[in-house]
């Protein structure tokens, strides 16, 4: 999957961790062989196909709950990066006619048809949109965002899922499962440059020490290309990435297996602070999941153990 749906914050690194970036294919040496994940199944079909969103309606009071200027202009600029291909999903992908798939496109547009608008999208870089949202560029923003202390002193949030933070490795490797941060002592560990992933790892970078272990060495990459060619040369022994993308990736992909997830963090739709937005998406979320089209849209994607019961408006925060 994509690293860009990575839940991301600013975040600086740790003397104890060797912190390399490496932003293409290029940058890992060795050739694929034959342990390199391969998909299962015809990919030209795997991915589910069933119109889960048309049928919504709008509501005229959660319509209501909008500014007016939005009401008039009857559209909202949606900030979020695209996948090309289907190593994006569950998040997002494209299909070989164009047609944008995935999760979070099917929950974007039902949260629109709820409220009687269309978004009209703008595609940036992960790094890009949250100063979109703030400056204005977007009214919001969408990438798998974490709730963060960080990203909460700048934006609001809008829920709509939890997500994790989870391990995958090769079924030729060393471990079965992580149970513990002090189970990837002496691994090289790949993950995404300014995550919520890259934060744990530097927060508890000293456990291993502490443990009389080596301590794990930890890779960023800024595509998830490099990553597989990692697993599969031996270069990288495990993959700390979103817990839906990596479940996704254990069923769909040869040669790999899930690990274990580590920690659960809420979602949301993201706007700038002070939004007369956030609470009518909130509540176009929670009419979603009271009429049972919110848990049909995860069902379509296989994730109904991400769903949530209730949108919220700035929950606290555990990262």
């Known amino acids: 999957m994509s690293t860009t749906r990575l839940s991301r914050i600013a975040g600086g690194t740790a003397a104890a ?9 290029g940058s890992a040496t060795g050739d694929a062989n034959s342990a390199a994940p391969q998909p299962v199944g015809n990919t030209a079909s795997s991915y589910p196909t069933q119109d889960v969103v048309s049928g919504i309606t709008s509501d005229p ?37 164009g047609q944008e798939i995935g999760l979070d496109v099917d929950l974007r547009n039902a949260v629109a048809k709820v409220l009687g608008i269309t978004l009209t999208e703008q595609n940036g870089t992960f790094d890009t949109i949250v100063p979109g949202v703030q400056n204005g560029k ?8 974490g709730v963060t202390r960080a990203r909460e002193q700048v934006v609001d949030f809008a ?19 992580v149970h513990a941060i002090t189970d990837l002592c002496g691994l090289t560990i790949a993950t995404s440059p300014g ?17 009389g272990k ?42 790999v297996r899930f690990l274990g997830q580590f920690s659960a963090t809420p979602v949301g739709l993201i706007t700038v602070k002070g939004s007369p937005l956030t609470k ?33 408006v700035n929950p606290p925060a555990t990262l």
């Open 214 to 255: 080596k301590p794990y060495t930890v890779q960023l990459f800024a595509t998830s290309a490099p990553i597989w060619l990692g697993l599969a040369n031996g270069k990288i022994d495990i993959y700390f990435g979103p817990t839906l993308g990596l479940r996704y990736d254990s069923t769909h992909l040869s040669n």
């Open 17 to 25: 961790l060797t912190l390399v970036l490496l932003a293409a294919c």
């Open 195 to 211: 995550s919520t992933f890259q934060q744990i790892l530097t927060t508890d970078a000293n456990k291993c020490a502490s443990a």
């Open 138 to 145: 977007y009214d919001l923003g969408q990438d798998n965002f």
């Open 61 to 97: 009071r959660l319509h209501a709950e909008l500014p007016a200027s939005v009401r008039s202009a009857g559209s909202l600029t949606l900030g979020t990066t695209i996948s090309p291909g289907t190593s994006g999903l569950p998040y997002d992908g494209v299909t070989p006619s």
């Open 159 to 177: 829920t709509y899922l939890s997500d994790g933070q989870s391990f995958l490795g090769t079924t030729s490797g060393s471990l079965d499962a």
């Open 280 to 312: 009518p998406l909130s509540d176009a979320v929670n009419k979603l999941i009271s009429n049972g089209d919110y848990a049909r849209i995860l069902a379509k994607w296989g994730v109904t153990s991400s769903g949530i019961t209730r949108s919220q």
